[in-house]
T-cell receptor, first 113, second 109 residues
Framework: EAQVTQNPRYLITVTGKKLTVTCSQNMNHEYMSWYRQDPGLGLRQIYYSMNVEVTDKGDVPEGYKVSRKEKRNFPLILESPSPNQTSLYFC????????????FGPGTRLTVL | GQQVMQIPQYQHVQEGEDFTTYCNSSTTLSNIQWYKQRPGGHPVFLIQLVKSGEVKKQKRLTFQFGEAKKNSSLHITATQTTDVGTYFCAGRKGNKLVFGAGTILRVKS
């Protein structure tokens, strides 16, 4: 089944404790991206990747890192999480960048205490 | 920079009533996409509009792209309880996709 998977689905952590949210897609898509969703603000793009080893900042990249060592994986790294990073995070992928349908993962709800 | 504004933020309708959400951009959009997110779910692609003045239909859903390619709308005829969720528009900005804040639709049966 074609899908985007994310892990973990839920995470409660404390300020300053490094964490990684994994994202994997099995559709051989070149474009992958991370979004955060906050009430009243919609989806805001954190980082995106056009292909392996190619990443770029989205609209809200501060406090986040990403890497794209393999085509299928695009982990999101929070080196020192803070409470304002409490949010719902979605990974997405597409075979034609932003020119067509984005396939979203199920989401990761993160709480930083 | 380019922003995509979406209104209303929230709408509560009686089942059978129509519903419309509007999307406006400060700059010309090369394309506009619409997504639906069910409560507790993830965004799911509905459609993409590319041409000026384009109108597309999917059963009870009608999507329009303005002549100036700065605005778009999604209209649902005779809403059903299965239509509940948040509807997002999104416009391309270079290699990024900029989303509106979404319209939450609730349907009373």
């Amino acid at each position: 089944e074609a899908q985007v998977t994310q892990n973990p689905r839920y995470l409660i952590t404390v300020t300053g404790k490094k964490l990684t949210v994994t994202c994997s897609q099995n559709m051989n898509h070149e474009y992958m991206s991370w979004y955060r969703q906050d009430p009243g603000l919609g989806l805001r793009q954190i980082y995106y990747s056009m292909n392996v080893e190619v990443t770029d900042k989205g609209d809200v990249p501060e406090g986040y890192k990403v890497s794209r060592k393999e085509k299928r994986n695009f982990p999101l790294i929070l080196e020192s999480p803070s409470p304002n990073q409490t949010s719902l995070y979605f990974c997405a992928s597409s075979d034609t960048g932003v020119y067509n349908e984005q396939f979203f993962g199920p989401g990761t709800r993160l709480t930083v205490l | 920079g380019q922003q995509v504004m979406q209104i209303p933020q929230y709408q509560h309708v009686q089942e059978g009533e129509d519903f419309t959400t509007y999307c406006n951009s400060s700059t010309t959009l090369s394309n506009i996409q619409w997504y639906k997110q069910r409560p507790g779910g993830h965004p799911v692609f509905l459609i993409q509009l590319v041409k000026s003045g384009e109108v597309k239909k999917q059963k009870r859903l009608t999507f329009q792209f303005g002549e100036a390619k700065k605005n778009s709308s999604l209209h649902i005829t005779a809403t059903q309880t299965t239509d509940v969720g948040t509807y997002f528009c999104a416009g391309r900005k270079g290699n990024k996709l900029v989303f509106g804040a979404g319209t939450i639709l609730r349907v009373k049966s």
